[in-house]
């Protein structure tokens, strides 16, 4: 079992930045891959970003590659989004979401199905 909760939304104006974090409680945590979703009121839940099990890899949607960047601490375990550069278009509930992963070095996770456990999501909203 991994309990997630994030951390670390708001109000931003565009251009500006937002730090999320996620908490994981559960002693496996370093067996999972960790994702970012998001999901704009409307839409459905699209991916943002993915860590492998050992932080060596990772994999962005293309709509935040090089505004975002995903990071993770295993001893502490948390994983981070640094969003900068932010746009309107980024508003959104985002979720922080693990993935059981067999090998650590594994970070192709791009559907909402390759993971096990969700958190509640935090909301982030970027005016114009």
């Known amino acids: 079992q991994v309990q997630l909760v994030e951390s670390g939304g708001g109000l931003v104006q565009a251009g500006g930045s937002l730090r999320l974090s996620c908490a994981a409680a559960g002693r496996t945590f370093s067996t999972y891959a960790m994702g970012w979703f998001r999901q704009a009121p409307g839409k459905e839940r699209e991916f943002v970003a993915v860590?492998?099990?050992?932080?060596?890899?990772?994999n962005y949607a293309d709509s935040v590659k090089g505004r975002f960047t995903i990071s993770r601490d295993n001893a502490k375990t948390t994983v981070d989004l640094q969003m900068n550069s932010l746009k309107p278009e980024d508003t959104a509930v985002y979720y922080c979401?693990?993935?059981?992963?067999?090998?650590?070095?594994?970070?192709?996770?791009?559907?909402?199905?390759?993971?096990?456990?969700w958190g509640q999501g935090t909301q982030v909203t970027v005016s114009s």
């Open positions: 860590i492998s099990r050992s932080g060596g890899n990772t």
């Open positions: 979401a693990a993935a059981y992963a067999a090998f650590r070095d594994s970070y192709y996770f791009p559907r909402s199905s390759d993971y096990d456990y």
